[in-house]
Nanobody, 125 residues
Framework: QVQLVESGGGLVQAGGSLRLSCAAS????????MGWFRQAPGKEREFVAA????????YYADSVKGRFTISRDNAKNTVYLQMNSLKPEDTAVYYC??????????????????WGQGTQVSVSS
């Protein structure tokens, strides 16, 4: 069982920045690949970014590439999402998640087993 708690969301003007954090329970955090997803009202949950166990592999949705950076600190059991140059279309609830196993379909939300409660990000124009 893994528990995930997101934080760092808020209201920001377009062009601004936020850093989201996702704290995970358990001693085996370093064995988990991790993903960030988001869901806007009336839309399906979509992939944002993912990072491998060691942090050596990172993956991004085209819509956030060059603006968002995913990272992790295994000593702190935490994964981060640094979001720069935010746009109104980035407004959504952001979730971190742990995949259900191998192989790792990093962009597919249906392949993730554990989810946090989400944190709201709102970007005003």
């Amino acid at each position: 069982q893994v528990q995930l708690v997101e934080s760092g969301g808020g209201l920001v003007q377009a062009g601004g920045s936020l850093r989201l954090s996702c704290a995970a329970s358990g001693r085996t955090f370093s064995t988990y690949n991790m993903g960030w997803f988001r869901q806007a009202p009336g839309k399906e949950r979509e992939f944002v970014a993912a990072i491998s166990r060691s942090g050596g592999g990172t993956y991004y949705a085209d819509s956030v590439k060059g603006r968002f950076t995913i990272s992790r600190d295994n000593a702190k059991n935490t994964v981060y999402l640094q979001m720069n140059s935010l746009k109104p279309e980035d407004t959504a609830v952001y979730y971190c998640a742990v995949p259900s196993g191998s192989p790792w379909y990093f962009a597919r939300p249906d392949k993730y087993e554990y989810w946090g409660q989400g944190t709201q990000v709102s970007v005003s124009s």
